[in-house]
């Protein structure tokens, strides 16, 4: 579904990705490992083109998206849970929800997305979207983009910071939008949480993809993915 | 005569009527300036010159083929505002990467080329444009004589200026607006074509000097400097208001005109003053002005 080859990408003078090459299958979720500064942000964003400079390839249901901007690629049905979240604080909680456009049919009504986030419903007179808890942005981050209609999410590290409790319920989304359907790019620096809803993971180090561990391996490849991961 | 703090009543109200006018003219020139700058980040200094264009257009509307002055409040703010959205997507946009004070240039150009092209072709002396018969007169209140025509203006700028907001507040429309002001590239990804958003926003802005414009038209004489004149004190608003804010640039506007008003009552040489005077105030006081927010 998603085609990654030979993917570069630079902010400025800095060379980020030096050829990242991976796919993701239709109704996969695959997950980005690896530690800080090895391009999983940058990967997500060179995807959606919000990055200055990109070369390679990035093929979306055969169509080539390298030349496109961030609107175009988000109306080829690809949407992104960024990992600042992107809360927007001159929005109700409401509007929040509303503002990315239906890009197609087959998104997620508004009472399947308060069945599956039942705290936004309780919060959805709040007057500014940023004064949810973190937890509860992130959950809004996640459910409004489930509307769109958009069937290859990416999701950048949507656990980070949250206790527990709201981390096992972003696991429960995860695996039920699988359920649905959705095709769903992870990154994460918590691989036991990738695990418990990953296919596969890719390991990325220095810009580039360096390995690939099928989720039932995990096991196998422990001593491996924390050399890695440097855990 | 009745007299309020040693003033006839008369003379007091008709000032606070001169101060609410001047105010509707504050008002829908820092609204749009205020548009445009939340958006773009560029401040308009052609915003002046856009004003003075609306009520050309309304004057050559009615000169040149006969349309009044009520087609004109639509036709000529529909007219400049594609003027306004053609020099975006030619000359503007190309500026968004650079610093701001490029923009701020450019528009500062823009404004003295328009202007120096409509007195080449008008000169400066400036030509009438007559009220509309349906609002000649005055209407007696009771404590004052009101002329229509300067009611007129006061309502229509309160009006135009509410359904601003509303539409920025309120509306989904508003709701992409205010996103793309905090994080343009974000609502990009959500697949908004913010350029065009940036670009009809701009019109928008330019849509409300020219609807002034034409408003102005029978009060001012239509002239080449009639907007250099007036966007001095406008900057001032805004940056009293706090820039970018809609609702603080519509109170400040008319609460100024106001203040201006009853400077000139009581102490008459200072009424050009007093305006700049609350704006070093301000600026002592709260930098980012009355209605800004903090960072």
Wanted: aromatic share 8%; hydrophobic share 50%; with cysteine.
């Amino acid at each position: 579904m998603l085609e990654i080859k030979n993917l570069n990408s630079w902010y400025g003078e800095s060379h980020i990705l030096h050829g990242v090459d991976f796919n993701v299958q239709e109704g996969e979720v695959v997950t980005l490992l690896g530690r800080n500064g090895a391009g999983k942000t940058t990967t997500m964003k060179s995807i959606m083109g919000l990055v200055p400079r990109r070369e390679g390839s990035i093929k979306f249901k055969g169509a080539e998206l390298i030349n496109l901007m961030p609107n175009q690629v988000a109306r080829s049905g690809i949407a992104i849970c960024p990992e600042e979240r992107a809360i927007f604080g001159s929005l109700t909680v409401t509007e929040n929800l509303m503002l990315p456009p239906v890009i197609a049919p087959g998104g997620l009504s508004i009472d399947e997305i308060y069945t599956l986030f039942p705290n936004l419903k309780e919060r959805a007179r709040t007057a500014q979207g940023t004064r949810l808890s973190g937890g509860e942005q992130q959950m809004l981050a996640i459910a409004r983009i489930l509307r769109t209609g958009s069937k290859m999410l990416l999701l950048d590290e949507p656990t980070e910071g949250l206790a527990p409790v709201i981390v096992q319920q972003i696991g429960r989304t995860i695996r039920e939008i699988k359920k649905r359907g959705f095709t769903v790019l992870l990154v994460e620096q918590n691989f036991r949480f990738a695990a418990t809803v990953a296919d596969r993971h890719y390991v990325m180090e220095h810009g580039k993809v360096i390995d690939m561990i099928p989720n039932d391996q995990l096991a196998a490849n422990m001593d491996k993915l924390h050399e890695y991961l440097g855990v | 005569m009745m007299m309020i703090l040693g003033v006839p009543a008369p003379l007091l109200f008709g000032q606070v009527l001169l101060g609410l006018i001047n105010g509707a003219f504050y008002a829908l020139l820092s609204l749009g300036l205020a548009v445009i700058f939340g958006m773009l980040n560029i401040i308009n200094f052609a915003h002046g010159a856009l004003f003075m264009m609306g009520a050309f257009c309304s004057w050559m509307l009615l000169n040149y083929v006969g349309i009044g002055y009520f087609p004109a409040l639509f036709l000529a703010p529909l007219i400049i505002g594609i003027f306004g959205l053609v020099l975006e997507k030619t000359i503007i946009s190309r500026l968004y990467k650079l610093d701001h004070l490029y923009g701020l240039l450019l528009t500062f150009g823009m404004a003295l080329v328009i202007e120096g092209l409509f007195r080449n072709a008008y000169g400066s002396s400036g030509m009438p444009y007559r009220i509309p018969d349906m609002l000649q007169g005055a209407t007696n209140l009771g404590f004052m004589y009101m002329p229509n025509y300067r009611g007129w203006v006061v309502l229509v700028a309160v009006i135009v200026c509410l359904a601003t907001w509303a539409i920025i507040e309120k509306t989904p429309l508003g709701a992409k607006l205010r996103a793309a002001t905090e994080n343009a590239p974000m609502v990009q990804a959500f697949g908004v074509n913010v350029p065009r958003l940036i670009t009809f926003t701009y019109a928008g802005g330019v849509a409300l000097a020219a609807f002034a414009g034409v408003l102005a038209a029978p009060i001012l004489s239509v002239n080449p400097n009639m907007g250099t004149s007036l966007i001095t004190t406008v900057f001032a608003v805004v940056v009293i208001g706090g820039m970018g804010s809609i609702m603080g640039s519509v109170v400040t506007g008319f609460g100024l005109g106001v203040i201006e008003g009853l400077t000139k009552v009581f102490w008459p040489e200072a009424s050009a003053t007093v305006v700049f005077l609350v704006m070093v105030i301000v600026l002592l006081t709260r930098p980012r002005g009355l209605f800004g927010k903090s960072a």
